[in-house]
């Protein structure tokens, strides 16, 4: 039962580009949004997130895009940075009392040089 | 800035054995959760909690966990009973008590079941 899914194991952006990584969901009842970033041997930190309400989250070079129509959401960054080659994790939340999070399995972004 | 902190790093137990696993939340945060992440696949949402209870648990959350904040700063998860299948990743988090915050990340403990 995949809630949320990132269809992209991979993603490979070449220095100064812009990374879009994508991410689709299935459960209408989902009311908030994160992304996360996750390095080897560390725990998911968090970069930014987005409620049902908007359509658009920035926070310097990432910037959120949420499509409730579609049930989509996609993570901007520019320009990607070396620094930012990790494993991104979209995340949801239903809202009211149960706020576990549905994650996805997650992006490896490559930064090439 | 201040984090979420879990020991130990690496937990190694013999299948059967009891283990606890230990969380310092953010100190002024009021929500408190257990995912886990087994090799290769998602992370899982087990359980939150809040104002000493807890709040929703997943089907994964069955009778041999159980969480307890044992004082004004610990956060810990016990398993009665350890299994091979729970060898994984298990991170916790907190978040802020004001509308929608995001919940913040332990680095996880390692836990490998013999």
């Known amino acids: 039962d995949q809630q949320v899914k990132q269809n992209s194991p991979s993603l490979s952006v070449q220095e100064g580009r812009i990374s879009i990584l994508n991410c689709d969901y299935t459960?209408?009842?989902?009311?908030?949004f994160l992304w996360y970033k996750k390095y080897p041997a560390e725990g998911p930190t968090f970069l930014i997130s987005?409620?049902?309400?908007?359509d658009k989250n920035e926070d310097g070079r990432f910037t959120v895009f949420l499509n409730k129509s579609a049930k989509h959401l996609s993570l901007h960054i520019v320009p990607s940075q070396p620094g930012d080659s990790a494993v991104y994790f979209c995340?949801?939340?239903?809202?009211?009392?149960?706020?576990?999070?549905?994650f996805g399995k997650g992006t490896h972004l490559i930064i090439q040089p | 800035e201040p984090e979420v902190t879990q020991t130990p790093s690496h937990q190694v137990t013999q299948m059967g054995q009891e283990v606890i696993l230990r969380c310092v939340p953010i100190?002024?945060?009021?929500?408190f959760y257990w995912y886990r992440q087994i090799l290769g696949q998602k992370v899982e949402f087990l359980v939150s909690?809040?104002?000493?209870?807890?709040?929703?648990k997943s089907e994964i959350f069955d009778d041999q966990f159980s969480v307890e904040r044992p004082d004004g700063s610990n956060f810990t998860l016990k398993i009665r009973s350890t299994k091979l299948e729970d060898s994984a990743m298990y991170f916790c988090?907190?978040?802020?008590?004001?509308?929608?915050?995001?919940?913040?990340f332990g680095d996880g403990t390692r836990l490998s079941i013999l």
């Open positions: 988090a907190s978040r802020g008590d004001t509308g929608h915050q995001p919940q913040h």
């Open positions: 459960n209408s009842m989902f009311d908030y």
């Open positions: 987005i409620s049902s309400i908007k």
């Open positions: 995340a949801a939340r239903t809202g009211g009392g149960a706020d576990g999070l549905t």
């Open positions: 100190s002024n945060h009021l929500y």
């Open positions: 909690f809040y104002n000493n209870e807890i709040s929703e």
